[in-house]
């Protein structure tokens, strides 16, 4: 079966530690993206990548950091810098930049205390 | 991107039809209207892309007017399961993929 899979389903780190989110697609998409989802609100947009070794910075980028070394993976890492990092975080992937038909991951919910 | 205005909740029962209204005044030539819906702690699932007049799909119908300032999600024959968040989306190919979800509609379905 293809889609996106992201892992853990739920994470708990203390303060001040670095924390990475997994996230991989066997879509063979070109595009991937990030987003942090609050409490009745909501998507926004952390960062995306369009290709392979590129990627740019979306809307609260501040405090995130990600790497594309690979097409089929895309991990975000939560820095300490985060100044609250508690949230639901989606991955999506779409076959090129700029499709509006994204397919979403089931999600990661990181709590921070 | 165009900003888009939808009500933030909505009721129904089992077995009705339900319309959801999004607003987009400033809807750019090139923009495309995309639905979606997402269920708690679920990511988002795509439900329906329109430019204008109609679309229909398994799930869902899109109904813009010629003016394309706003747009209508149909649901026939809702059931329990289409309880959910609908977000509606406006934009074109040359934003990069960059989707801007605004609060969406909550839908409950009661029996």
């Known amino acids: 079966d293809g889609g996106i899979t992201q892992s853990p389903k739920y994470l708990f780190r203390k303060e001040g530690q670095n924390v990475t989110l997994s996230c991989e697609q066997n879509l063979n998409h070109d595009a991937m993206y990030w987003y942090r989802q609050d409490p009745g609100q909501g998507l926004r947009l952390i960062y995306y990548?369009?290709?392979?070794?590129?990627?740019q910075k979306g809307d609260i980028a501040e405090g995130y950091s990600v790497s594309r070394e690979k097409k089929e993976s895309f991990p975000l890492t939560v820095t300490s810098a985060q100044k609250n990092p508690t949230a639901f975080y989606l991955c999506a992937s779409s076959i090129v930049a700029g499709e509006y038909e994204q397919y979403f991951g089931p999600g990661t919910r990181l709590t921070v205390t | 991107l165009a900003k888009t205005t939808q009500p933030i909740s909505m009721d129904s029962y089992e077995g009705q039809e339900v319309n959801i209204t999004c607003s987009h005044n400033n809807i750019a030539t090139n923009d495309y209207i995309t639905w979606y819906q997402q269920f708690p702690s679920q990511g988002p699932r795509f439900i329906i892309q329109g430019y204008k007049t109609k679309v229909t799909n398994e799930v869902a119908s899109l109904f813009i007017p010629a003016d394309r300032k706003s747009s209508t999600l149909s649901l026939p024959r809702v059931s329990l399961s289409d309880t959910a968040v609908y977000y509606c989306l406006v934009g074109g190919d040359n934003q990069g993929g960059k989707l801007i979800f605004g609060q969406g509609t909550e839908l409950s379905v009661k029996p």
């Open positions: 990548s369009q290709i392979v070794n590129d990627f």
